[in-house]
């Protein structure tokens, strides 16, 4: 028997998830391949990895030595399998990237659109999260790059940080909302009978609505719903009387056509928000990934440009 990469990743999926059943569904195999695989690993080295009992499994003194040594091997796999992406070019190769729910729906669209029509070789893998969440990705090196904004959680000094054309932040509502006829004296107090609809949002940004809305503390913002599809938002603010907090990018399509309107109020502070491409310093992007971020550059600087030429009241 040989040691392979396939069964130390098998084996770094299982130390994760801490479960058979769990691990196989992740590594889209049956649970008896996967017991199969680190039974073969552990025949391989001649030591016991796991202890294995009713509730999961944990790891014995060797298989967390194992797990560390693994851990570093995987790395320089895809490290290695990263530089053979660079040598091939834009054409072929995969790339995993993470984008925050207001950038995804910005820009994600159109530009995996652009990718399947013009680069139909290109594999991607795409992640909407929190940046949160993103960054916790991008420490395990389980994605390429991520594009976020980082006002609240800034990323660790050893991390490469770019910024990407400004977006901008606005209260949105149904075409003949009550607050559209409001005087601008009237919306400063009929807004806080309106509840809000937003993503999950860092610090920075429920501050800001804490002022809009006049109330001292962010956690008592009257926000509804929070959730992290924009397109889910969308619809349900143009069927009802919730207000939308979002940038004006994401629903440019919807102002357009008359389906939203932007409130006329000014953000204390800036109403616009940096989206930047962060990853790790010391990682060197593929020419596919290159690719990508180029495209999304555009794709934002194109929605910057628009949405000046429909600047808030």
Same mark, same amino acid.
């Given at each position: 028997?040989?040691?392979?990469?396939?069964?130390?990743?098998?084996?770094?999926?299982?130390?994760?998830?801490?479960?058979?059943?769990?691990?196989?569904?992740?590594?889209?195999?049956? *649970?008896?391949?996967?017991?199969?695989?680190?039974?073969?690993?552990?025949?391989?080295?001649?030591?016991?990895?796991?202890?294995?009992?009713?509730?999961?499994?944990?790891?014995?003194?060797? @298989?967390?030595?194992?797990? !560390?040594?693994? *851990?570093?091997?995987?790395? !320089?796999?895809?490290?290695?399998?990263?530089?053979?992406?660079?040598?091939?070019?834009?054409? /072929?190769?995969?790339?995993?990237?993470?984008?925050?729910?207001?950038?995804?729906?910005?820009?994600?669209?159109?530009?995996?659109?652009?990718?399947?029509?013009?680069?139909?070789?290109?594999?991607?893998? #795409?992640?909407?999260?929190?940046?949160?969440?993103?960054?916790?990705?991008?420490?395990?090196?389980?994605?390429?790059?991520?594009?976020?904004?980082?006002?609240?959680?800034?990323?660790?000094?050893?991390?490469?940080?770019?910024?990407?054309?400004?977006?901008? &932040?606005?209260?949105?509502?149904?075409? @003949?909302?009550?607050?559209?006829? +409001?005087?601008?004296? *009237?919306?400063? #107090? &009929?807004?806080?009978?309106?509840?809000?609809?937003?993503?999950?949002?860092?610090?920075?940004?429920?501050?800001?609505?804490?002022?809009?809305?006049?109330?001292?503390?962010?956690?008592?913002?009257?926000?509804?719903?929070?959730?992290?599809?924009? +397109?889910?938002?969308?619809?349900?603010?143009? @069927?009802?009387?919730?207000?939308?907090?979002?940038?004006?990018?994401?629903?440019?399509?919807?102002?357009?056509? @008359?389906?939203?309107?932007?409130?006329?109020?000014?953000?204390? &502070?800036?109403?616009?928000?940096?989206?930047?491409?962060?990853?790790?310093?010391?990682?060197?992007? /593929?020419?596919?990934?290159?690719?990508?971020?180029?495209?999304?550059?555009?794709?934002?600087?194109?929605?910057?440009?628009?949405?000046?030429?429909?600047?808030?009241?």
């Amino acid at each position: 028997m040989s040691l392979t990469i396939r069964g130390l990743q098998h084996f770094s999926v299982l130390a994760e998830e801490r479960h058979f059943s769990r691990a196989a569904q992740r590594l889209h195999l049956t *649970q008896s391949a996967l017991s199969r695989s680190i039974q073969s690993l552990e025949d391989t080295l001649g030591l016991v990895l796991l202890d294995r009992g009713a509730s999961g499994i944990t790891l014995t003194q060797a @298989g967390t030595t194992v797990l !560390e040594r693994a *851990q570093r091997i995987l790395a !320089e796999a895809t490290e290695l399998q990263r530089h053979a992406e660079q040598i091939r070019g834009c054409d /072929s190769g995969r790339v995993r990237f993470g984008v925050g729910a207001f950038p995804a729906a910005t820009f994600l669209s159109p530009l995996l659109t652009r990718l399947a029509q013009d680069h139909p070789g290109l594999s991607v893998h #795409v992640e909407i999260e929190s940046w949160q969440r993103l960054l916790d990705k991008l420490q395990q090196d389980k994605l390429d790059f991520a594009v976020a904004v980082t006002h609240s959680l800034p990323p660790p000094a050893d991390f490469s940080v770019c910024p990407l054309p400004p977006q901008h &932040g606005g209260l949105f509502v149904r075409h @003949g909302h009550p607050l559209l006829t +409001a005087t601008p004296r *009237q919306l400063r #107090v &009929g807004l806080q009978k309106f509840r809000l609809a937003t993503t999950l949002l860092p610090q920075r940004a429920r501050a800001y609505l804490s002022r809009l809305y006049r109330v001292p503390d962010p956690a008592d913002l009257p926000i509804a719903f929070e959730c992290d599809s924009i +397109a889910t938002l969308r619809d349900v603010v143009q @069927g009802s009387d919730i207000v939308l907090f979002c940038t004006r990018e994401a629903v440019m399509a919807e102002l357009r056509d @008359g389906n939203l309107v932007a409130l006329p109020v000014r953000f204390p &502070g800036t109403g616009s928000l940096t989206y930047s491409v962060i990853h790790r310093a010391r990682r060197t992007l /593929s020419p596919a990934s290159e690719l990508i971020i180029s495209l999304m550059k555009t794709l934002l600087h194109d929605a910057d440009g628009e949405a000046r030429l429909r600047p808030s009241k």
